[in-house]
Nanobody, 123 residues
């Protein structure tokens, strides 16, 4: 089971760091993605770190968001800088049991999801 936390409310241009942890298995045994879902919109993939640490971003966040694994590889972070109102959403982490990064933005490939953490960017 995954847990995502670290969301909050910030002004445009602010920063937040989201964390994803797991119980029952080790995050470093698979790939981890961050998704987000805004009201009335589909859940979209934001970033992915594969089991062997290849990293991917959607264009809307590249250069502003950074995904990384903690030193003990039990946690995956999403550092979000230069936040915009368009980043407002519930953010979820998801775990993939394997090495492949193919179709990382497809929700159906993930076997475990966190409960989501709200990120609100507003002045």
């Amino acid at each position: 089971q995954l847990q995502a936390f670290g969301g909050g409310s910030v002004q445009p241009g602010g920063s937040l760091r989201l964390s994803c942890t797991a119980s029952g298995y080790r995050l470093n045994e698979g790939g981890v993605a961050w998704f987000r879902q805004a009201p009335g919109k589909e859940r979209e993939g934001v970033s992915y770190i594969s089991r062997d640490n290849f990293i991917y971003y959607v264009d809307a966040v590249r250069g502003r968001f950074t995904i990384s694994r903690g030193s003990a590889r039990d946690t995956v972070y999403l550092q979000m800088n230069e936040l915009k109102p368009a980043d407002t959403a519930i953010y979820y982490c998801a775990w993939y049991d394997g090495y492949s990064a193919d179709r990382w933005r497809q929700t159906s490939r993930y076997s475990s999801w966190g409960q989501g953490t709200q990120v609100t960017v507003s002045s």
